[in-house]
């Protein structure tokens, strides 16, 4: 019989190996695994428990929530808030940094998630996911926003899960990228993608083309040569996917490579991108580069940036390390 791995033992086995790592990082994961699995079975059900559909009220962007990015949040808070691993939390869909209730123990690490992405596509039944980020904290105190605020490159762990036709979760401690699958029958991630990585040439990429006109120059000249195709500059036809949903798309370039952007567009110069750095871009830039591709928002490496709001937006160009390198080389040439 085949032996399988489960994620706990994979974490554990791969903790060993770490100085400094300590038993209350693994215990934290498999909370993340609980949740996740949670919203994974919820997402399944769909409208047959009435989960679908908008709620009444907005997030501190100013988007329209949907029901299930609020039941997300919940289970995500609820799952991590008591465990005693946590000094605190923050969630794309909460507008201040969540603190520990003062009845439960304070630990050392902080947790950032956007519970649902992609939730725009959750009521035409299209993939959907859920981001994490893992970071360290000055251990015994109620954090403040400071702490948070901290650089991509510091985190200590980053990872999804894509509720897709199969759930599966994609992890990075800084040891490379695995990919896990939910066996729903016994209800554990087993290891079913070990090593991922992203090849580094691609001929498909990713971007929302209606916001053509408001592109800057550099991501311009990148799309047109590709449209181009085997007529052009590239000499080959590019494939292009938009599924709406990072999660999805992230997947997709662990598995076959490609790149993804959602840059810098002119609609309002106040608005650097669409996605959150804290929530979206960091954790998938650490995942993206420990499977070999690059990050960056085409002027720097997204893993450098030190932010300065919990909500911050910033523009993403990530996937394939030598097509990132031809965005950013275009970017520095004007
Ligand atoms: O609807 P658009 O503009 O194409 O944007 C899609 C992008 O927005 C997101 O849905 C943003 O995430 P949320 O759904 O968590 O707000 C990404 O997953 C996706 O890449
Ligand atoms: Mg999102
Ligand atoms: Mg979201």
Known sequence: M??????????IEQQRELPGVSGAFTSLLNDVVTACKKISHLVNQGNLIG?????????????VQKKLDIITNDIMVDALNWT???AGMASEEIDDIILIPPQYPKGKY??????????SNIDVNLAVGT??????CREGVDPALEDFLQKGAEQVCAGFVLYGPSTMMVLTTGQGVNGFTLDQDIGEFILTHP???IPNDTSEFAINMSNQRFWEPPVKRYIDECLQGKDGLREKDFNMRWVASMVAEVYRILTRGGVFMYPYDLRDPSRAGKLRIMYEANPMAFIIEQAGGACS???????DIKPKALHQRVPVIL?????????VGYHQEG
Do not use: C, Y
């Open 2 to 11: 085949t032996k399988h791995v489960t994620l706990t033992q994979f974490i």
């Open 51 to 63: 989960v679908l559909g908008s709620a009444d009220s907005e997030n501190v962007q100013g988007e």
């Open 84 to 86: 005693g691993h946590l």
């Open 110 to 119: 902080l947790a950032l998630f956007d519970p649902l992405d992609g939730s």
């Open 195 to 197: 090593n991922m990585t």
């Open 131 to 136: 981001i994490f980020s893992i970071l360290r």
């Open 319 to 327: 996937g394939s390390k030598n097509e990132v390198e031809r965005i």
């Open 297 to 303: 928002t085409g002027r720097e490496r997204i893993l």
